[in-house]
């Protein structure tokens, strides 16, 4: 049934071929119709099952909360330069009112103002409301001193999360700023600056209003976008406005350089590399394929006619696409590539056999059906065991990998359809023009490959010592793939040199905190609250957002309100000043001294403790103990003031006279008792936390390390799960995606396997012709590991992918080796070899050309991918030249020894 079909359509195509063509053109144009309505959708959400809650909660937030989408400027250089950089863009930014919502980069100083110590915990306030009992120098810096070691000193989990150790950091560069300014005014030989002096009360009682590193080197600046960032072009478009402004201004600030990151920035990157990744590599592959063909056949035209098929293949691949999905993936993005790899495989056995037959057969309609006839089959049962392969992928319950197997499935028949249907019409057309415009019958180039036809003749000679070193290899590659490794860093599978994976680490490393984050919503203030401090406990955690921060719950509020009333009450008492003299100035020094040795113990401390940061901050103060060289910051100004008293005396007086009416009057709007409700709350922090509907609240979980390394992946993820089994964001579903990918790929490998084995016994209609085709298909896969592993190289989240591919890409050697054994017979090894072997060499160069050509993309996922591919078509070609022709060759002599011996039998 299949030959008679195939014989009739030889000789309607090769009597029609312009007919063919003509129908051909019409789907084609149809299917490109189809394939521009395909949308790209390249974010990582979009490979997990559609039912995944975890997925369906991250799409629901980034739709409700404009605030789970951030676009951070990463700003480096010298401290001042960088802030007036900083005050020179953001009105700028505000001005992109289309894309830009928000601007953070500096502290919410007015509501802070207003509210600080109801924000503050309770067990604090009980600490710090007697440091405001006496506002004059000397009383003041010894209440200081007391908080410190009442705080720091004696109190074993003063620095025992990041929160406390950030209030720590800022508490000291607050107190170091209003110590320069005792400082200034101490230096000072004229008036001292009032705007100076309550610029320190402002440092001192807030911090630095700047979100700046502690060590002054880089500021980060917060864009929070109108658009949720599942609005691909609005991703791009508001990346590409702000990359202008930060170009536009650069020039002006030659010390500060800025650039972009975060999620949004990343996909915008993400796809433009893809696209020319994608765009690049099939160029590249197109260019390859063909000239593997050219220097094969040796025929310029035949390479184009045979690239003209495979175009047209993917188009109407791409349209059927469109209709199906609608969509293609970060993974599937890459199906053009894949395509031109494996599907000139069909053409290259149309071809290689017709030009073959052509040098044989008197015309082109005899010589078309014999080629149909000796290669059709083959093509038939490796596209449809090929795709069947590929479509096995479909039971997996991540989008990514299910959808991946629809389209290249669909893009393999398609590739199989056309090459049957449109590629011999295309063939004789050709020939039949040639020979009109030079008015001679033009026949094929046809080249032998007499390599392949000796080896053939060595193998049937010794079947079984080929066998054993077959045997032996696959053993030793075994071994290697045993031992291979996994490399789970997805930030190795971008693009080398990527500005905004490189900004991410400058986040980790400045902040202690990664810009990747978790988030989960709640549906009141008190669950909001409960879940940020179980949140704020956990080591592996930075910054934790949430409501509370603003507006603690009532509860909490109440208990706090007495502690800020008895600061009111405290500041109303005591508003005398009192002058430092002779007889008290040697009490200010003390202080200054005491002060300095408790910062030399909290800097012990944090350094036990690795507590970096604030060891880098008490040393920036009082100097490094290990450092000969090192000055104490304090204790260069107790020893000024030691030098020079009545002069410090004078100055301090007036310092004194400037800040303590500033400070009294600061401290005491601070001490508001008003309870802090969501009525009073300014709209811009309730956008950030409450959804439009006003029913759920938002908590966001910074990482305090990369996320992207696997171990911490892991272990961030495992205390995000104890803190809410409701928790999502890019990491935790990163990993989900990671478990998914394993247990899937598992299973499909599995069902296409049985698949494959089906449709050859269905095909052959003999379980040992069946068998004979799985087994290069199985050694090849373990050839494919061990090789990798051989090279140096490891698996990755993208390229584990291929495993499950591989055997659909596989299978097709074997299977045409299988096919011309049974049309020529088991013992036409050498003839076999030479023609059908010849076709399978130059498919395995193709496709790996195909496969190599994504080395030269930027995405690095796809190259690791790319090379694994290339690896598994080259180890396939191996193991089914090394094993079938052995086996076969074995099993010939074992029959012809056994018909030899039958006949001595009969003879006797």
Partial sequence: MKEKILRNWARFAATHPWWVITGLFVLVVLAAISASTLRMDMRWSDLLPMGDPMAQEFDRILKEYKSASTIFIVVQGEEHQ????????????????????????????????????????????????????????????????????????????????????????????????????????????????????????????????YFISQDKRVLLISVKPTFNAMDVDKDIASTIALQEILDKTLPDFPGVRAGLTGMIPLQKDEMEHTTSSMKISSIVALVLVLGLFILTFRMWSTALLAGLNLIIAIIIAAGVVGIVLGRLNLMTSMFAVILIGLGIDYAIHIISVYSERRSIDKNAVSAMEQTLLRSGSGIITGGLTTAAAFFALTISVTQGIREMGIVLGIGILCAMVTTLAGLPAILVARERFISRVSRKPIKPYHVEFKVLENFGKSVIRRPLLYLVIACMLTGFFLFQAWHVKFDYNMLNMEPKGLLTVELQDTIIEAFDMSPDFAMVTTNSIEESWEIAEKAKGMPSFSMVEN???????????????????????????????????????????????????????????????????????????????????????????????????????????????????????????????????????????????????????????????????????????????????????????????????????????????????????????????????????????????????????????????GLPMILGIGIDDGVHLLHRYKYEGLNKTPLVLKSTGKAILLTSLTTMAGFGSLLLGTYRGFASLGMLLAIGVAACFLTTVLFLPAIIGLTQGKDEKQNAIKANQGID
């Fill in 547 to 801: 409501i509370g921060d603003f507006s603690p719950p009532e509860e909490k509020q109440l208990k706090r309100r007495p502690h800020v009333e008895y600061i009111r009450k405290l500041l109303q008492l005591n508003k005398k000043q009192i002058p430092l003299s002779r007889k008290n100035i040697d009490k200010l020094i003390e202080q200054l001294e005491r002060l300095d040795m408790n910062i030399y113990e909290l800097s012990q401390l944090a350094f036990i403790g690795g507590q970096d940061k604030v060891d880098e901050k008490c040393k920036s103060i009082i100097g490094d103990p290990e450092d000969e060289n090192a000055e104490s910051f304090i204790l260069s100004l107790a020893l000024k003031i030691k030098h020079n008293p009545e002069r410090a005396i004078r100055n301090l007086n007036l310092f004194q006279k400037l800040y303590e009416p500033e400070l009294r009057k600061k401290v005491y709007n601070m001490a508001n008792p008003e309870l802090i409700t969501l009525d009073n709350l300014p709209l811009h922090i309730k956008e950030r936390y409450i959804n439009d509907a006003g029913d759920t609240y938002l908590v966001t979980i910074y990482a305090r390390g990369q996320v992207w390394d696997f171990e911490y992946l892991r272990r961030f993820t495992d205390q995000l799960e104890r803190v809410s089994p409701k928790i999502t964001g890019n990491p935790p579903m990163f990993l989900r995606l990671i478990d998914y990918i394993g247990r899937d790929g598992l299973r499909a490998i599995i069902l296409a396997i049985f698949i494959v084995l089906l449709l050859l016994w269905i095909d052959f209609r003999n379980w040992r012709m069946a068998l004979l085709g799985i087994i290069p298909l199985l050694a090849g896969g373990i050839w494919m590991i061990g090789l990798l592993k051989t090279f140096g190289m490891m698996l990755t989240f993208v390229n584990v992918m």
């Fill in 82 to 209: 960088m802030k007036q950089f900083a005050d020179e863009i953001v009105p700028q930014i505000e001005q992109l009112t289309e894309y830009v919502d928000r601007v953070d980069y500096k502290l919410d100083k007015e509501f802070f103002a207003e509210h600080g110590f109801m924000l503050t915990t309770t067990k604090d306030l009980e600490r710090t409301a007697d440091m405001f009992e006496d506002l004059n120098l000397i009383p003041f810096l010894t209440n200081i001193n007391d908080n410190f070691e009442e705080e720091y000193i004696e109190e074993e989990e003063a620095l025992s999360t990041k929160e406390k150790e950030d209030n720590a950091v800022r508490s000291l560069d607050g107190l170091h700023f209003w110590l320069k300014a005792m400082d200034v005014s101490i230096s000072q030989s004229e008036k001292i600056d009032p705007a100076y002096v309550e610029l320190a009360v402002d440092r001192f009682l807030y911090g630095d209003p």
